[in-house]
């Protein structure tokens, strides 16, 4: 299968801190996609991004297919954004490959 | 749009019973997979179903199957529950393969 290493593990932040997530991959996939998963487990879709760059209000995210990464920005962090941040890509199988999260702490 | 809706939330068993988990993808979509979240171990694949079919299933003993039925959705059953079942099992769908994925709440399984 396809190893997934995501970048920190923890991190807490001040409100209105700026943040960057990372993901790496060991090998080429057609689908990536970043999901946050909130205190009550479940996992809410972000970015369908198996490359380029998308933005969604305060976060965005970049994929760099050809070396293997992929980044999600958070800016103004609020409080709610709280929780773990996965990162999962996929290849042939149509099975997703999980990272192991980052979990994001927001404090007032 | 209804989101892919997963029944029960919690479900309580005893080791040694069976628990049946039910999942309904977005309406459209008939790719419905189903992910294991225990404790300290992440997000683990069970099984793909597409058109009523297994077309993948993950690193998991034969007591976890499943089936899709003809409207697309889906059922997990877990047979001789043991302990370490205990998880939060997550259904998700899809348009189609190697599309983006939507994911239900999940249902908590707790064995005892």
């Known amino acids: 299968g396809i190893q997934v290493e995501q970048s920190p593990p923890d991190l807490i932040l001040q409100e209105g801190a700026n943040s960057t997530l990372r993901c790496n991959f060991s090998d080429s996939v057609n689908n990536l996609q970043w999901f946050h998963q909130n205190p009550w487990g479940q996992l809410i879709n972000l970015f369908y991004?198996?490359?380029g760059t998308k933005q969604n209000g305060r976060l965005s995210a970049t994929t760099v297919a050809t070396e293997r990464y992929s980044l999600l920005y958070i800016s103004s962090s609020q409080t709610t954004d709280s929780g773990v941040y996965f990162c999962?890509?996929?290849?042939?199988?149509?099975?997703?490959?999980f990272g192991t999260g980052t979990s994001l702490t927001v404090i007032p | 749009e209804a989101g892919v809706t997963q029944s029960p939330t919690h479900l309580i068993k005893t080791r040694g019973q069976q628990a049946t988990l039910r999942c309904s993808p977005i309406?459209?979509?008939?790719?419905v997979y189903w992910y294991q979240q225990a404790l300290g171990l992440g997000l683990q694949f069970l099984l793909w179903y597409d058109e009523g079919e297994e077309r993948n299933r993950g690193n998991f003993p034969p007591r976890f199957s499943g089936r899709q039925f003809p409207n697309y959705s889906s059922e997990l059953n877990v047979n001789a529950l043991e302990l370490e079942d205990s998880a939060l099992y997550l259904c998700a769908s899809s348009l189609k393969p190697y599309y983006g994925y939507t994911f239900g709440s999940g249902t908590r399984l707790t064995v005892v």
């Open positions: 999962a890509v996929m290849n042939t199988g149509n099975q997703f490959y």
């Open positions: 309406s459209g979509h008939t790719s």
């Open positions: 991004i198996p490359s």
